[in-house]
């Protein structure tokens, strides 16, 4: 289910959420609880069904003991659904157990610290005669089962990302699954990238080590788990904490974190191309950031290998943070250098350079090829006036109209960023080179 009922209401927009006020208040009670005081005890969950109107209750008390088990799992405690019946009427026996309830209980079994991962067979023999369950289950299986996809991550124009459990191996793993749409070209952009990134080994470039095929004959590929967070989100929980503190001074470590991680990417970047590979879709949607320090970078199936000339012709890219020549096929190490001045733009400002798909392509204006190609943005410290101006000096650099006038290399952008927040980054002095 992933998430609660409650929420659902609210994420589609229901007219009427008021009604649901005391189930929402029921579920906030309960995770201060667990969050401030530790798990109360299978008994204690009725206490939280007090205050919900009787037609709600069965609804709200799936939700709790969804909740329940989630932190039951996260501390060790093991509990299962035969634990929790005869909480409330409705749950007299397994039989009357709701099939999103029971994936619940599936997925919580997977923590990673003290899950037991179990396979569909089990609930096969512990629910008989419950074909939804089982179809619900094998909808989060690949491969005959062995892969088993147990969080969104993130989501772009042709594909899904998910946290999944590689069954063979007994490790976390990040599939990428076509979206139906994007179904007929995804298992070509899948196999270039597996053939691409087999060639690069460093820490900050996320490799793939499986594809096929998954159900509704969607292709699919298996990477190592680089991270659980992916670097847009990481930009707007950095921006949502700055405008929750308006009245502090943005002193120069606010960015630092942010900083480090470009830097980081910049790095992985300049290693690919000296290999001769451009990435050509960088954005903050294809990395991801894990524990570790080193951020990673996905999706390589727009990338190309480049003559030795370091030029080529290649359409492709995210149009919110191409560069100019992209729009007519023109491709070089510089225009991944404009990508990651992108990147850091969305960094400093919270949003992209063209910001048109809040709610879908469909959003970007006609004249979006002429806005790319003039490079026409908004400049960084008028869309936030807090914005140091040595690090928009730098993002300026990095996004020149003309190649020639950006950083010739990622090395480049990341020496000045280094800078930057150095020690001694009072004396920092921007070079015009």
């Known amino acids: 289910m992933l998430i609660s009922l409650i929420e659902r209401f609210q994420r589609d927009g229901e007219n009427e959420v008021i009604p649901y006020a005391l189930w929402a208040a029921a579920l906030h009670r309960f995770k201060n609880d667990c969050d401030d005081g530790g798990i109360p005890d299978i008994a204690q969950i009725k206490s939280y069904l007090i205050p919900v109107p009787e037609n709600q209750t069965f609804g709200a008390c799936c939700d709790l003991i969804a909740g329940h088990m989630t932190y039951s799992w996260s501390e060790g405690m093991r509990n299962q659904l035969e634990d929790y019946l005869n909480l409330i009427p409705q749950l007299s026996s397994l039989e009357k157990i709701p099939a999103d309830l029971i994936e619940d209980e599936f997925l919580a079994r997977y923590d990673e610290s003290n899950g037991d991962f179990p396979e569909v067979r089990e609930y096969r023999q512990r629910f008989p005669g419950r074909p939804e369950v089982i179809q619900k289950l094998q909808s989060r299986c690949m491969n005959g089962e062995h892969i088993v996809k147990l969080r969104r991550i993130g989501c772009g124009a042709t594909s899904i990302v998910w946290k999944a459990f590689d069954h063979r191996t007994g490790h976390m793993v990040a599939v990428k699954e076509a979206i139906a749409d994007a179904a007929s070209t995804g298992l070509s952009l899948f196999e270039t990238e597996s053939a691409i990134t087999a060639g690069l080994d460093h ?35 950095h921006h949502k904490k700055l405008e929750e503190h308006k009245k502090s001074i943005r002193k120069r470590q606010d960015w630092i974190p942010l900083l480090q991680d470009i830097i980081r990417i910049c790095e992985a970047v300049e290693y690919a191309h000296n290999h001769h590979i451009l990435h050509c879709d960088l954005k903050p949607g294809n990395l991801v950031c894990g524990k570790a320090d080193q951020p990673g970078i996905i999706d390589w199936g727009m990338a190309i290998k ?34 990651l001045g992108a990147i850091l733009y969305e960094t400093l400002t919270g949003q992209a350079p063209f910001p048109w798909t809040k709610k879908g392509i469909e959003n970007r204006p006609e004249e979006w090829r002429d806005l790319v190609r003039s490079s026409t943005f908004q400049i960084p410290r008028k869309a936030k006036r807090h914005i140091p101006k040595q690090l928009e000096s730098i993002c300026l650099k990095a996004m020149a109209q003309n190649p020639k006038d950006r950083y010739q290399t990622a090395a480049g952008l990341a020496s000045d960023l280094r800078e930057y927040i150095s020690p001694k980054a009072g004396k920092f002095r921007f070079r015009k080179k």
């Open 203 to 237: 820490l900050g470039i996320v490799n793939i080590f499986e594809t096929g095929r998954g159900g509704k004959s969607l292709p699919f590929c298996v990477m190592k788990m680089g991270g659980e967070e992916v670097f847009s989100a990481r930009i707007q929980d």
């Open 306 to 339: 480049t003559p030795t000339s370091g030029t080529g012709k290649h359409i492709s890219g995210t149009p919110e943070y191409m560069a100019p020549e992209q729009v007519d096929g023109a491709v070089s190490v510089r225009s991944d250098i404009y990508s």
